[in-house]
């Protein structure tokens, strides 16, 4: 049975890997990230590629060599709106100031997924990325302040959660639902297919 590592704390990816039947094990990445590109799609790429990587280094360390055949996954979650990457918000003035920019809107979310293999003791890596558009309905300001006293979008990139209240306010997604709550589960399955793994076997 080879042995998949999930790099995220992230308790909406454990939910969507479970649901499509995936087993693994979650060890969170542990590292000091570093953007070097501005295009959201790269970010992403970039992020998860380094997420992966602290979470490999540590099993390395711990088994003292690239465990063969182990497979980690790890992804980040952007969004974008008008070429503005809006990350997890720093307070609730930041939070409500990013959802009245969205509502009455369409922006762009990024997940980027990076697999890394242990073969031949190296990590072969393949990192994708997928983009859903998602349009807001238009949000009164105070039906937006009461979401954010929620608490709810205080750990979410872009200030909300589409599978929480706030999904309430969605009018529409062109692109993979799935990519929004956080994991595109479906084309990381096919990605993974192209290369030889079947994640569910």
Not at 31 to 44: L, R
């Given at each position: 049975?080879?042995?998949?590592?999930?790099a995220s704390a992230s308790p909406r990816r454990r939910e969507l890997?479970?649901?499509?039947?995936?087993?693994?094990?979650?060890?969170?990445?542990?590292?000091?990230?570093?953007?070097?590109?501005?295009?959201?799609?790269?970010?992403?790429?970039?992020?998860?590629?380094?997420?992966?990587?602290?979470?490999?280094?540590?099993?390395?360390?711990?088994?003292?060599?690239?465990?063969?055949?182990?497979?980690?996954?790890?992804?980040?979650?952007?969004?974008?709106?008008?070429?503005?990457?809006?990350?997890k918000p720093a307070d609730r003035d930041k939070a409500i100031q990013?959802?009245?920019?969205?509502?009455?809107?369409?922006?762009?979310?990024?997940?980027?997924?990076t697999v890394l293999t242990g073969e031949s003791g190296s990590w072969?890596?393949?990192?994708?990325?997928?983009?859903?558009?998602?349009?807001?309905?238009?949000?009164?300001?105070?039906?937006?302040?009461?979401?954010?006293?929620?608490?709810?979008?205080?750990?979410?990139?872009?200030?909300?959660?589409?599978?929480?209240?706030?999904?309430?306010?969605?009018?529409?997604?062109?692109?993979?639902?799935?990519?929004?709550?956080?994991?595109?589960?479906?084309?990381?399955?096919?990605?993974?297919?192209?290369?030889?793994?079947?994640?569910?076997?």
């Open positions: 049975m080879k042995k998949i590592v999930l890997l479970s649901q499509v039947g995936i087993e693994f094990e979650v060890k969170p990445a542990d590292g000091e990230e570093k953007i070097t590109s501005t295009e959201p799609s790269k970010i992403v790429e970039e992020l998860s590629y380094q997420k992966a990587m602290f979470t490999a280094r540590a099993l390395e360390k711990e088994n003292g060599h690239v465990p063969e055949g182990c497979i980690v996954i790890g992804a980040d979650t952007i969004v974008s709106y008008e070429d503005r990457i809006l990350g990013m959802l009245s920019m969205l509502q009455g809107n369409t922006h762009q979310v990024y997940t980027g997924v072969k890596v393949h990192t994708f990325f997928e983009c859903t558009d998602v349009i807001f309905y238009p949000v009164s300001e105070e039906e937006i302040e009461a979401y954010v006293d929620s608490g709810d979008p205080m750990d979410k990139a872009g200030s909300y959660g589409i599978q929480g209240a706030w999904g309430a306010y969605v009018k529409g997604i062109r692109g993979d639902y799935n990519n929004v709550v956080g994991l595109p589960v479906a084309r990381l399955i096919y990605e993974t297919k192209k290369i030889g793994i079947d994640l569910r076997g």
